[in-house]
């Protein structure tokens, strides 16, 4: 069956980094579209950032721009979000996802990672 696993969040001070992975396994998931959510406490999920299947169409949300980049390595099946300039804000649960169609839509996404929690303290 089709799996997502995320690695790599953990607690960082304010202004710090973190690389956050989504290996993937199961049958033609390389071709689908890839896409990062984050939810933190009380607050909806929101689209963070995704990527086609080529890598040539990138989105990343207004409030991640110039400090968050996303990449994805199709031979190792992983999606990358590297994570600079953290602030308190960017505390959340963060998932990967996967779908067929590029959407920002999550209730469109067919496959869901369990999340790997970030927080960042001032």
């Known amino acids: 069956q089709v799996q997502l696993a995320e690695s790599g969040g953990g607690l960082v001070q304010a202004g710090g980094s973190l690389r956050l992975s989504c290996a993937a396994s199961g049958r033609i998931l390389s071709n689908y579209a890839r896409a990062w959510f984050r939810q933190a406490p009380g607050k909806e999920r929101e689209i963070v950032a995704t990527?086609?299947?080529?890598?040539?169409?990138?989105y990343l949300a207004d409030s991640v721009k110039g400090r968050f980049t996303i990449s994805r390595d199709n031979a190792k099946n992983t999606v990358y979000l590297q994570m600079n300039s953290l602030t308190p804000e960017d505390t959340a649960v963060y998932s990967c996802?996967?779908?067929?169609?590029?959407?920002?839509?999550?209730?469109?996404?067919?496959?869901w990672g369990q999340g790997t929690q970030v927080t960042v303290s001032s």
């Open positions: 990527i086609s299947w080529r890598g040539s169409m990138k």
């Open positions: 996802a996967a779908d067929r169609t590029l959407t920002v839509r999550s209730d469109d996404y067919d496959y």
